[in-house]
């Protein structure tokens, strides 16, 4: 990045036009893909149902309003992100966007996105959508990333609330299989995160955040994910018990979390000399299996509303 695009974009003057893929950047189209998968699940899963017009608004609108998080965490965190190789070429700190510009694109999205799920569907479905961006936000982007080692620990709800909103949506309220839903994305977050902090830790060092690995060690760290990981196999079980889960679930479950665990002790027991490459190998393998044992999990809850017409279903 060059010293003009590096002024540009902190004094509200951008080098560049930025173009529609820039400002889709800006949604963290990733991580909105995550929120959409899990919003979806949620809804299909959740009982009585809705028309296809309005689940396919609420959907959209609850991708705004990740989306608008995205956008507004980036606004934020412009200052560090020009300092990590990781995210260093994101639309702000590579001077596509001014923060400025940022700033009202999150704040549209998220007040569009919250008024018309509202409309679209209820008004408890609005206010977890108005909650889940006011958390993601306020709660974790501008207090606790900056403050505290336990930052994606508590922070992690952020990206929990998806699935409840989804069945809100349906249902107008909260149910202990909604709150499960969440709790399984909660409990799998530190453990996720932990394993790609392991080898992005010079990235979280340079720019001042105080990840578990920066300030508690990389030992320290493996320690965490193995605990979380135990936390968390009993949650994801607890989901196959209930009116979503059912024997499809119980047997992906119980597979994912036996690798999970697996994975989870490879990183905890590692040898402290292994050579950086083999340990990162190992990290990264882990990290990509929390990643599919999210999505199993969930699609998992998600075969099981489908074919339970056809009487495959719950309990």
Do not use: C
């Amino acid at each position: 990045m060059t010293d003009a695009s590096l002024n540009a974009s902190e004094t509200g003057l951008g080098e560049y036009d930025a173009g529609f893929g820039d400002y889709f950047a800006l949604l963290k189209p990733r991580v909105m893909s995550l929120v959409v998968f899990t919003a979806f699940v949620g809804l299909v899963a959740a009982p009585g149902g809705v028309h296809p017009v309005v689940g396919f608004a609420a959907i959209l609108f609850i991708a705004v309003g990740g989306g608008a998080s995205g956008a507004l965490n980036m606004w934020w965190d412009a200052d560090i992100d020009r300092v990590m190789k990781r995210t260093a070429n994101r639309p702000i700190p590579a001077g596509r966007i001014t923060e400025s510009e940022a700033f009202a694109f999150g704040i549209a999205l998220a007040g569009i996105s919250v008024v018309m799920l509202g409309l679209a569907a209820n008004l408890v479905a609005a206010g977890l959508l108005a909650f889940t961006i006011f958390f993601y936000v306020v709660v974790y982007s501008m207090w606790l990333k900056r403050w505290t080692p336990q930052n994606i620990v508590i922070g992690g709800a952020a990206g929990a609330f998806p699935p409840m909103i989804g069945w809100a949506v349906v249902t107008g309220g909260i149910a202990p299989e909604s709150v499960l839903m969440f709790l399984l994305i909660f409990m799998w977050t530190p453990p996720h995160f932990w394993a790609l902090a392991l080898f992005m830790k010079s990235d979280y060092e340079t720019a001042g955040v105080p990840m578990l690995t920066v300030t508690h060690g990389r030992k320290s760290t493996r320690k965490h994910i193995l605990v979380y990981t135990v936390l968390l196999t009993p949650v994801a079980l607890a989901l196959g018990f209930t009116s979503i889960g059912g024997p499809i679930y119980l047997v992906v479950a119980v597979l994912l979390n036996l690798a999970f665990l697996k994975g989870a002790w490879d990183i905890w027991r590692r040898d402290e000399t292994m050579a950086q490459a083999d340990a990162y190998r190992t990290e990264k393998r882990v990290f990509a299996l929390s990643l599919f044992y999210l999505f199993g999990h969930f699609l998992a809850i998600l075969a099981q509303a489908m074919l339970a017409p056809y009487g495959f279903g719950g309990w």
